[in-house]
């Protein structure tokens, strides 16, 4: 077949490139993934990351958090689609460094570790680090009649970004527009319009409130992930994040 692009043959012997990091571009979205996750303080939010004195040595959460990060981002809910993709997705076997964990022990780590997985998500939305935040108190405070009314510290104190009067004036021009909550209700169709598209047309895959919350933290983690990449591109979140 002369006129169409041809393949190589199957018993051909080739050279692969020597490393892993090859098959994966500097602007591949696993690479923020990683990154995020690296930076993550897993105690802080709740995992349990010191391992137990005997018996066999377990996976390290920030992997199987990696994992599932990664399967949202590219609508692989389900552990057991996981652990196949983790057994022959080049991606995913540059995220785990080779590690091929079964079925069982990711849906497990997405079960016992709810709540955490919560605070991932809480964390990516409302990061701190990089802003400049001023903090104010006074010490007349205890002589003022309202104290008591007001805080039962020795003083109140107050924080403030230093760029608050931009939150300000967009909320004053918020009161300004009656129908602006009209329109923010027809916009936010869309993430929750993208998140039902990339579960398609079935339900989600764990039961009772709490795991839900778990599942749907997961979604929204993933959308807003991939929302910051495409406006502000892989190599400037990687930065934002790093830094």
Not at 23 to 41: A, G, H, Q, S, W
Request: proline letters at 4%.
């Amino acid at each position: 077949m002369k006129r169409f692009i041809e393949g190589r043959d199957r018993n051909q012997q080739i050279l692969l490139p020597e490393q892993l990091d090859d098959y994966v571009t500097d602007c591949n979205p696993v690479r923020v993934v990683d990154v995020f996750v690296d930076e993550l303080d897993l105690v802080q939010m709740g995992f349990a990351i010191m391992p137990a004195a005997t018996g066999r040595p377990g996976y390290h959460p920030s992997m199987l958090l990696k994992i599932y990060i990664y399967g949202y981002l590219n609508r692989l809910q389900s552990s057991r689609r996981l652990q196949r993709e983790a057994q022959r997705n080049v991606e995913l076997m540059w995220l785990t460094g080779h590690l091929k964990p079964d079925f069982k022990t990711i849906a497990n780590f997405r079960k016992d570790n709810g709540a955490a997985i919560t605070s991932v998500c809480r964390q990516f939305m409302s990061k701190e680090k990089g802003l400049n935040l001023h903090r104010y108190w006074s010490s007349n405070c205890q002589q003022c009649a309202l104290k008591t009314n007001c805080t039962p510290s020795p003083q109140r104190r107050v924080t403030r970004w230093e760029h608050e009067a931009v939150l300000e004036q967009m909320q004053q021009r918020l009161e300004q527009t009656p129908d602006a909550m009209r329109i923010r209700r027809r916009t936010v169709e869309h993430p929750f319009g993208t998140i039902k598209s990339w579960m398609g047309a079935t339900h989600f895959l764990t039961r009772t409130k709490a795991r839900v919350s778990t599942e749907m933290s997961l979604h929204v983690l993933a959308y807003n992930m991939k929302r910051m990449m495409n406006i502000l591109g892989v190599a400037s979140l990687l930065k934002a994040v790093s830094a």
